[in-house]
């Protein structure tokens, strides 16, 4: 086999810009999950998620996005694998130095997240992409047009789905629905928020998410100071200051994960 | 046997420089075809290699442990010397030159320790240069402590690992020049015997420490580093693998051998406490600026301390006995090492011992208050450290234990001031030569030589042997000297070999360690040879040495085979030499019948026990040639000629 | 004191290997670790007239880096910032099991029980893991003046004795902070400068050929390394090689 010579100390680096960039774009997922949380039937959930879905740029950056997933796990697998080989014989008692945890857990907590993240998709991505099903909201543009031409049409989706007058959405779809709307020449679009509202009914829905986030907080507890140390940027002076960001940062975002997903249970 | 110790006409102060100007050179296109073998990667080594290799010549060079970095240098604490005057406290060329005569007790050649304090400046330029993180003051500039024998701060240091940092930095520089193939290493390698051709050393047989292979190496030249020969006395400051076999191998192929007797016993040791101790850990020389050595002043004190019924702690202030601020108020508790040892044992064996018996006090109670903890700390932090590791107590509540130990040898091959010995093209250096310490080494001077030796001697004046060397070829391995050589060496190994396929055949029952023998040694010499020695306990020393070794013979067992990793029959080869050098030490001792330095006969003392030197008599090297297994060896004497110094008895009161 | 060992016991680099268990009394609580494997090695050669263990060892002070000995999980035994020599047997309870095992990685395969050939950290240094002199022409010591916590950085980090402590404790038997404590001494001091990019790119691709693992941000080495060198040096070494990758004064 013949791979392309990456230094070790690079592959690290990849593994921790791909990893950094993977954070940021999870403050800035969780964040935006938390309009979830607004009883506007979606409103500014599916407005935010209609802006993602919109532009060339926000296009290049999700396909940018799983590229960086794909790669982290590839080139973070590849570590893992190199690394055992540097010890081919192993020691008969297991080793007790003092060491982070959470390192050592990075692999098994990455391939869980990896599992998890295929559920998440299922639930939300692969909607998106038409692999499965879920709900659905037509655009503002086309309801309008429907009301007009089409009344029946829109009797039929106000009955099974719900109207929003001051927004003019069309939301809360099944996929039944959404064939005969088609049919009618609308334009539809998952409808995440009612999607989601939906998903984290469910107990053991909301169990495994609650999961996902448990091993999102593992692999994000050692990561974050870890990309300080890989980027060489861990030294005496800050290098409190970053463990405490870190916990910061892993606990924040979690969290509010974790809010909305029980949140919405709740019924809040 | 004629001795010239080659010393270069002219003033003292432009012997080295007239040497200079006026030596023979070989130009750098023949450099690359000249070979020369160095044996010993401790500071001396691994500098001349370096610089040697950084020339152009060919280097081949050997050590036992795995890697050169752990040549036994790495474990000098305290500091090295040089005459820099960085702290503007009246230090020169001139007053290290005196201090380290006077040290030496007037017994070393004054040429070589001229040069010596001349070229000790540029060794501290050079280990700057190299990345040696010598410890600074607050501006950034280079700082320096004192050291005993001393009443300037001359000695630099890195924290208390300034061996280490020196040997790094050596080790760095040889490393280069491995990587840009002048030197070729090779590591986990016992030089076995010296090979000589027509009366010039041409190269080494080696055993392969893994494998258990002879090899044979040729050159054209060939450099002894191989440190001292402390382990004689089993316990010592020294590494397990120190040894003096290297050294001993060439004498008996020729080399006069200067000074056994000359063995320098350390004040500042942790005491023995077991039967099994395998080895004393030195507590740095340093310490001695700042903590205070005592013993109580009654002995009943004394007695009540050893049987642990009372505390040091607990003792006042008025029945504390400074002994040695007490007897030397000038130098106090920085006297030379071969005074603060000796006053430790009259101390002891006076009954004031505390511990064992065996121990005294080295206080900082006082250093703590007068500087605070905090900076003891930072002086001391990490020798504080080992020692609480070793003896589980803890020196900033309750004073250290200390007591002298077997650390150094002045004593090795003869050389002259080129530094070859009597064979020509072998070279010795570092501890390995009869050096420049005369009778007693001042502290944080073993380093300074080792450099000099290394990166400032041996470059310029082997070329003043290897220039004519050109004209005679490659040096071929395959010559009946190097098969001879080989064969003894197998012969060597054989011997102690059948001799233990004998033993198993017997049981159990009679079988011992080489240890066990090694030990046995060690004692005797401790005992009779050692801190103090007159006629009777040489006598009996000699008797003793004799009858251990015909046991060794008899009833030593060495399991394994010799092509194997057999660290056993490493021991034993090292051990056969010691019962040979353990004699001619005894002989050297018996025969000098005057009290100097690290030597003291007890005869030869006076009134208030000091040493008492005979000028008129002793005043030369005594370089022994070897005449034959259990054969006395012969002894040539090189006179010692004071031009510059005036003698003095040797005084730090 | 009473113990049970349980010992590697490998007669050449070729050979199987495997643990040999040996009972061991009266053993003092003052005795240093590698004393107690003396005295088993004197009741084997005299009671069974067997081959004694194997170790390295050799100034036995922790100071030469020769000794290294993985014990009951930890390298240099269960104490911090000691080597295995320094370790002694109060560190023990009586009637302990022991086991006793040779550093484990790639580029240090076993030369005999619990020797190992370590010269792979010669290689690394060989590498470039200097400031390169040549002897004599060298600017009078007191020239560049170096600030105090700069040149006590630099000590700090020139204090690792190459035991392999951190290899062995590595759960990818890396050597980044070997390599680390080199360059950050050489890097925090400004004659190491001028070649700093070099060695560092040089030192690296050395260790990467000769199989070391590498750093996941475990930290085992730091917890075990007698000299305690820091984690902060792997950062700089880091931030070195980031340097050396995009930095111009590159060979
Ligand atoms: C604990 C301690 C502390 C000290 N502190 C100080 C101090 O503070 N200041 C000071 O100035 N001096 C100090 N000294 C003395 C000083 O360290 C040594 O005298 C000096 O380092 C010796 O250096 P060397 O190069 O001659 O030999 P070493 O460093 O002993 O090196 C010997 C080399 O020879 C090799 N060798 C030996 N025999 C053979 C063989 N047969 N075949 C192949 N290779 C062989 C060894 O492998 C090794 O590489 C101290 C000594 C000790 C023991
Ligand atoms: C939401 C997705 C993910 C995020 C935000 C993320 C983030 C990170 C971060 C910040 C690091 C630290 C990098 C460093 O040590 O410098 C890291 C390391 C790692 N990640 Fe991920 N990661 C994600 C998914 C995954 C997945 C799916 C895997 C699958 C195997 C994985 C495997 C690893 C491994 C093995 C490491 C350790 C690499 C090392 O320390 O050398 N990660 N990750
Ligand atoms: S960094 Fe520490 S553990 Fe690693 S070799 Fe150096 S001293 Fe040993
Ligand atoms: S034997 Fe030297 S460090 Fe342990």
Redesign the interface.
Known sequence: MNLPKIHSISKKILVGALGAFLSFFLLFHASANLLILRHDGGEWYNAFCHFMGTYLIVKVMEIGLIAALLLHVVLAIWLAVTNKMARPKGYHKPQRSKTHTGSKLQVWTGILIFACLIMHFTDFYFVKIGLVKGKYLAKTEDVVALKTTQPDAFNYAEQHGEYSAKENWLTNFDKEDKAVLEAAGLEVEPDFYHQAREKFKVLHIIIAYLVFFTVVWFHLRHGFAAVFQTFGLYNYKYGKAIEVLGQIYTWVVCLMFAVVVIGVYFGL | MKLDSKIPAGPLAEKWTNYKASQKLVNPANKRKLDIIVVGTGLAGA?AA??LG?MGFNVDIFCI??????A?S??AQGGINAA?N?QNDGDSVERLFRDTIKGGDYRAREANVYRLAEVSG?I????????V??????????DNRSFGGAQVSRTFY??G?TG??LL?GA???L??E??RGTVK?H?RCEMMDLVVVDGRARGIIVRNL?TGDLERYAAHAVVLATGGYGNLYYLSTN???SNGSAAWVCHRKGAAFANPCYVQIHPTCIPV??D????L??MSESLRNDGRIWVPKKKEDAESIRAGKLKPTEIPEENRDYYLERRYPAFGNLVPRDVASRAAKERCDAGYGVGTGFAVYLDFADAIQRLGKDVVEQKYGNLF??YQ??T?ENPYETPMMIYPAIHYTMGGLWVDYELQTTISGLFAAGEANFSDHGANRLGASALMQGLADG??VL?YTMQNYLADQIYVGKISATTPEFDAAEAAVKQRIENLMKNSALR?AQG?AS???V??FHKALGKIMWEYCGMARHTESLTKAKKLVSELENEFWKSV?I??NAN??N??LEKAYRLEDYFELAQLVIDDAMHREESCGGHFRTEHQTQDGETLRDDERFMYVAAWEYQGHGQPETMEKEPLVYEHIQIAKRNYK | MKFTLHIWRQ??ARAKGHFETYPLEGI?P???F??ML??L??QL????????V?F???????????CGLYINGRPHGN?D??TTC?L?M?KFHDGDDIWIEPWRAKPFPV??DL?V???A??KI????????????G?????T?????HK??M??DA??C??CGACVAACKNASAMLFVGAKVS??AL?P??QIEAADRVHKMVCKMDELGFGSCTNTYACEAECPKLIKRQNISRLNRQWIGALFGRDRK
């Open positions: 500098s370096a610089s950084a442990q795995d890697s050169p970095r752990r036994h790495i474990a820099k960085y540029a501290i330029d050079q280990c700057v240069a190299q990345g993180p010598f410890a600074r003051d607050y501006g950034g500039l280079l890195a924290k690992q280490q940092q790094l080790y760095g520089a490393s280069r491995i990587a290493l590591t893994v590494a397990m693998n406490h077991g099994y101790q395998s080895k850990t030195l450290q080992m590791k070793i589980d990166y400032f470059p198993q159990p079988l011992k360690t240890d066990h067992f399991p394994g194997e990793f660290p056993e | 007669e050449n003092s003052d005795c240093s590698l004393e003396d005295i090695n004197e050669i005299n009671d069974h007239i067997a081959h004694p194997c390295d060892n050799d100034c036995r002070e922790g100071i030469c880096g020769m104490d910032g000691i320094q002694h109060r030369i005999r020797v050939d370590r010269s950290f010669d240094i060989q590498a470039g893991g200097y400031i390169s002199t040549t002897t004599g060298v600017p009078d010591a007191n560049i003046p170096i600030p105090k040149a006590d630099a000590m020139a204090s004795i190459g001494h050489l001091l004659q190491g």
